[in-house]
């Protein structure tokens, strides 16, 4: 069975930081493309990290210098690190794999994903207080 599980979710301060987990079971990670979105709540499907099949990465300016992923391909798992939080990193954040097309921002996550990738994860909550 294929799954996508996100893990390390959470509430932080702002400034603060929190790592963001995802590991797949049923597929390699290292052998397809793989994303990472958030959604707030009133705001669209967003794109805050890809990867392309051949390595090629993207963070949008809301997250770059502040967000890094990493992949440990020995345990099958992507990291999403994020520092210095701020308010409007608070959404679901949700890990994809596999694209059908090019990567893009999109409307709701939950089922937009599902129709732009193969895998996909249930999401996983980070709240930033003030």
């Known amino acids: 069975e294929v799954q996508l599980v996100e893990s390390g979710g959470g509430s932080v301060q702002a400034g603060g930081s929190l790592r963001l987990s995802c590991t797949a079971s049923g597929f390699t990670f290292s052998e397809n493309d793989m994303a990472w979105y958030r959604q707030a709540p009133g705001n669209e499907c967003e794109l805050v990290f890809s990867r392309s099949l051949y390595g090629a990465t993207y963070y949008p300016d809301s997250v770059k210098g502040r967000f890094t992923v990493s992949q440990d391909n020995a345990k099958n798992t992507v990291y999403l690190q994020m520092n210095n939080l701020k308010y409007e990193d608070t959404a679901e954040y949700y890990c994809?794999?596999?694209?059908?097309?090019?990567?893009?921002?999109?409307?709701?996550?939950?089922?937009?994903?599902?129709?732009?990738?193969?895998?996909w994860g249930q999401g996983t909550q980070v709240t930033v207080t003030s």
């Open positions: 994809v794999a596999a694209l059908f097309g090019t990567p893009k921002n999109g409307m709701n996550c939950a089922l937009w994903l599902r129709d732009e990738y193969s895998y």
